[in-house]
């Protein structure tokens, strides 16, 4: 009897031992702004990495209820701020600058796959535009500005700083 009582301590023991040094795999934690976070928001880029391209897709009723974009220019010297209406498929130039901005497309509720780039609903829940910056004797700057996050692939420029206030609905 007490040698029975002995192997089963043992084998008790041993059966604690093991699942106390198995150690817990733990979740892949995903850096913030991966395409599978709850935001939607694009990755930083990895040097080394292929660029992917995505298709932009603006769902109908997307495009029914949102006409224009709300841009706010900031002069960095006098900190001023100005906001503009420019209506997606057109630009504007910035006056007192040399810089043209273009609007591609805005969706209100961004959101991205390994193939595209579309608005979930039609809801502002995470307001984006696709613009391209020019100003001449400088690369072309083609990218997203984000209401809500718009330290997300900022537009970088000495002067001014363009950020997006949101969408202007019809």
């Not at 990755?43 to 932009?56: L, N």
């Not at 991205?112 to 100003?135: G, L």
């Amino acid at each position: 009897m007490l040698k029975k009582l002995g192997i089963i301590i043992v084998v008790l023991i041993l059966a604690v031992s093991f699942g106390a040094c198995k150690k817990k795999e733990a979740t892949p934690q995903l850096p913030p702004g991966h395409p599978g976070m709850e935001s939607g928001m694009p990755p930083a880029e990895t040097p080394g990495m292929p660029k992917v391209e995505r298709t932009v897709v603006v769902p109908k009723d997307v495009k029914a209820k949102w006409k224009a974009v709300k841009i706010a220019v900031t002069d960095k010297a006098t900190k001023g701020s100005k906001e503009y209406t420019v209506a997606v498929g057109s630009d504007l130039a910035i006056p007192k600058t040399k810089v043209k901005i273009k609007v591609l497309a805005f969706l209100p509720d961004f959101r991205m796959t390994d193939k595209e780039i579309t608005s979930a609903t039609d809801k502002p829940n995470n307001p984006a535009a696709q613009v391209v910056i020019e100003e001449p004797g400088k690369p072309e700057w083609k990218g997203w500005l984000y209401s809500m996050h718009p330290d997300v692939h900022p537009f970088e420029h000495e002067k001014i700083a363009i950020l997006l206030v949101g969408g202007v609905s019809k």
